[in-house]
């Protein structure tokens, strides 16, 4: 049974420092999706990635995906209020079946 | 944004009744999928379906049934709620390949078994 694993669940961070949020995963996977929900809406995309190395950067946002170690990360750069969410990772349970299964989500708030 | 319409947005019901919830996309996606957004344990699938009538079982499908007779609908049917099954409740679709491999989602529905 798959599982996908978020750390830490919660965090309190204050502007302008960084952090790391971490995404294990127990399958063979080489894909990994990072969804941004901001309370009381839906979710939406903010990275794809689709091989071993991959990395994207969007903003103050970077994801990156290593998937031997079966781990990927969400980097946060010089934290503002915005990015106050909370932030899901999904991973595609058999590979090629697109049966996304995700974490139990990480939950950001960025004080001023 | 992508074409999703989950219906009805708000419901509350009483235990032992049966529901069902629709979404509907425009997007010709063959991918759709049910979850359940409960705090403390992220999203969990319910069911989801890679074509018309080709469904199957996600990680908490008990008690839940699913139909897909068209691309464009896929329904998700409690057939005697229980309490248990208060939750919001998503639809997504996905596409393959592209910009469209990953998950679009519909603005949920808040299910309420009383």
């Known amino acids: 049974e798959l599982k996908v694993e978020q750390n830490p669940l919660f965090l309190s961070m204050q502007e302008g420092k960084n952090y790391t949020i971490y995404c294990n995963y127990s399958?063979?996977?080489?894909?990994l999706y990072w969804y941004r929900q901001d309370p009381g809406k839906s979710l939406e995309s903010l990275f794809v990635?689709?091989?071993?190395?991959a990395v994207k950067q969007e903003g103050r946002l970077m994801a990156s995906l290593d998937t031997k170690a079966r781990l990927s990360t969400l980097h946060i750069t010089a934290a503002v209020h915005d990015l106050s969410a909370t932030y899901f990772c999904?991973?595609?349970?058999?590979?090629?079946?697109?049966?996304?299964?995700f974490g139990t989500g990480t939950r950001l708030k960025v004080l001023a | 944004d992508a074409g999703i319409t989950q219906s009805p947005r708000h419901k509350v019901t009483e235990t032992g009744t049966p529901v069902t919830l629709r979404c509907h996309q425009t997007?010709?996606?063959?991918?759709m999928y049910w979850y359940r957004q409960d705090p403390g344990h992220g999203l969990r699938l319910i069911h989801y379906?890679?074509?018309?009538?080709?469904?199957d079982k996600g990680e908490v499908s008990d008690g839940y049934s699913v139909s897909r007779s068209k691309t464009e609908d896929f329904l998700l049917t409690l057939e005697s709620a229980t309490s248990s099954q208060t939750s919001v409740y998503f639809c997504?679709?996905?596409?393959?390949?592209?910009?469209?491999?990953?998950?679009?989602f519909g603005s949920g529905t808040q299910l309420s078994v009383l």
């Open positions: 997504a679709i996905s596409g393959t390949g592209g910009l469209d491999e990953k998950l679009f």
């Open positions: 399958t063979t996977s080489d894909r």
């Open positions: 990635l689709l091989s071993n190395g």
């Open positions: 999904a991973v595609d349970g058999r590979k090629g079946t697109y049966k996304y299964i």
């Open positions: 997007e010709n996606h063959r991918y």
């Open positions: 379906s890679y074509g018309v009538k080709d469904t």
